[in-house]
């Protein structure tokens, strides 16, 4: 291999590696990349399976970061118990955004919670 092969060798690699660490910089990764507003309650659980009073663990500390976020007032606690706070807090949700009120957090209520705790919603909240 000739000195000039070899130099336009390693410049090719340094190359690609440059474009390939670029890329990865400022990249996201994880459940909530795509979401402009970086909410951080996918940090709880990702997984959203149907929940209501007295169901207990991750996902419901999931559903309370959202609602905390969504839901102007309510201030859970981040306890993973869904209790009578959380239960009442679903349905205020729920009537708010004109849900079926019902206490039971399934696919239509994590949509709409996913959808609002997308963007921040601070200063305007759901209700």
């Not at 207990?56 to 905390?68: D, E, R």
């Not at 849900?99 to 919670?113: I, K, R, S």
Request: aromatic share 8%; hydrophobic share 40%.
């Amino acid at each position: 291999m000739t000195v000039k092969s070899r130099m336009t060798t390693a410049a090719t690699a340094a190359a690609v590696a440059v474009a390939t660490l670029g890329l990865g910089l400022g990249t996201a990764t994880g459940a909530h990349a795509a979401a402009p507003y970086d909410n951080n309650c996918a940090y709880y659980s990702t997984s959203e399976p149907m929940l209501g009073y007295g169901s207990a663990g991750a996902p419901v500390k999931a559903l309370q970061c959202q609602l905390n976020m969504t839901v102007r007032g309510v201030n859970l606690d981040v306890d993973g118990i869904f209790g009578q706070n959380t239960y009442n807090a679903v349905k205020k949700f729920q009537g708010c955004d004109h849900l079926a009120v019902d206490g039971v957090v399934g696919p239509n209520t994590w949509g709409q919670l996913d959808s609002w705790s997308d963007i921040d919603t601070s200063a305007n909240y759901v209700c």
